[in-house]
């Protein structure tokens, strides 16, 4: 068997002391003593997020494994990416060529059928978390509105109260809406809008005088 070795990191400070790197390859070097694999290639990438798929040293694994036929050995799936699409793309690039994946934390190895089985079992498993995960953040979200709570940025027509959760709402900015409603209704561009509130002095939600048609168009999208 042929073995390529692929280690990563997300932060500079533990690419620098190399420790995370260090122990990722010691473990992925012994699992290739255990099973007599020939190490062809070991990549890494030091400081990059798992969820950038650019990654160069990935690519010249991903290239290694599949030229070699080789398996592809990872200490876990989260080295590999942080996205579940992702993962299951690559492993179907490997499958496609001959080649495989090995990953030691989650205990998988795509060269046998109850691998491959474990594989799509534990890529299901993960894309419903996530899915529960952005179900669950939705829910505290429309709460938060529902209370009149911040979300996110503070709206223009509203301040932040002392609290630093609750919106006051801002009496002038509130009637700056309202005209930005009725000078639309009325058939003006974005733009026109944007120069007619310039010239009445309506300042921005940031204190500027000069609006944009950026920032009009986003107050009437959010006040459809």
């Not at 694999?37 to 494994?65: C, H, K, W, Y």
């Not at 979300?151 to 223009?156: D, K, L, R, S």
Request: glycine residues 6%.
């Amino acid at each position: 068997m042929k073995s390529v070795l692929y280690i990563r990191v997300s932060t500079e400070g533990q690419a620098t002391e190399g420790v995370s790197l260090e122990a990722q390859l010691a473990k992925l070097q012994a699992w290739a003593a255990l099973h007599d694999a020939e190490i062809v290639g070991t990549f890494n990438d030091a400081g990059i997020s798992g969820m950038d798929e650019g990654r160069p040293g990935l690519a010249a694994a991903m290239q290694a494994a599949t030229e070699h036929q080789a398996a592809l050995v990872v200490y876990s799936l989260s080295r590999l990416s942080r996205s579940t699409s992702h993962c299951i793309k690559l492993a179907d690039q490997l499958n496609k060529a001959g080649a495989n994946l090995v990953s030691l934390s989650e205990q998988l190895d795509t060269t046998s059928a109850a691998g491959r089985m474990v594989f799509k079992m534990l890529a299901v498993l993960a894309e419903f978390e996530r899915d529960q995960l952005a179900e669950r953040t939705r829910a505290a979200m429309q709460h938060k509105k529902s209370k009149g709570e911040r979300v996110g940025t503070v709206p223009f027509g509203y301040d932040l109260a002392a609290d630093g959760i609750a919106l006051i709402p801002n009496a002038a900015q509130l009637e700056a809406v309202e005209l930005i409603r009725e000078l639309r209704h009325s058939g003006l561009s974005l733009q026109s809008i944007a120069d007619e509130l310039t010239a009445r002095n309506i300042l921005t939600a940031k204190g500027n005088q000069r609006w944009t048609q950026q920032a009009v168009n986003s107050i009437l999208k959010r006040t459809a």
